[in-house]
């Protein structure tokens, strides 16, 4: 079956760096569009990156310049490295997977397949 399981989350203070995994496996890694969520204490879920199968990567402007996704296809993992951390980045992050023929949007709901996320504390 599917699995997605996301790994490196922690507890930094603000400036640090993470870099979170996510191991996929039980599909085609390389026919999806990959992508980054997050989702605070009573906040709505929120895009954080997504990977194009051609490796087009897109970012909101919340993380754009800090956070860099990224992808190995050989190890179908996906990574996410994030630099200058700031205490709103705190929340659980999740990895989802979609076909790409769906699309690569910030949709959350356009993702087939989700991690169980992992959490990022960042302090001040």
């Known amino acids: 079956q599917v699995q997605l399981v996301e790994s490196g989350g922690g507890s930094v203070q603000a400036g640090g760096s993470l870099r979170l995994s996510c191991a996929a496996s039980g599909y085609t890694f390389i026919n999806y569009c990959m992508g980054w969520f997050r989702q605070a204490p009573g906040k709505e879920r929120e895009w954080v990156s997504s990977?194009?199968?051609?490796?087009?990567?897109s970012y909101p402007d919340s993380v754009k310049g800090r956070f860099t996704v990224s992808k190995d296809n050989a190890k179908n993992t996906l990574y996410l490295q994030m630099n200058n951390l700031k205490p709103e980045d705190t929340a659980m992050y999740y990895c989802a997977a979609t076909p790409w023929w769906v699309g690569c949007r910030e949709t959350a709901t356009e993702y087939n397949y989700w991690g169980q996320g992992t959490q990022v504390t960042v302090s001040s």
């Open positions: 990977i194009r199968t051609t490796g087009i990567t």
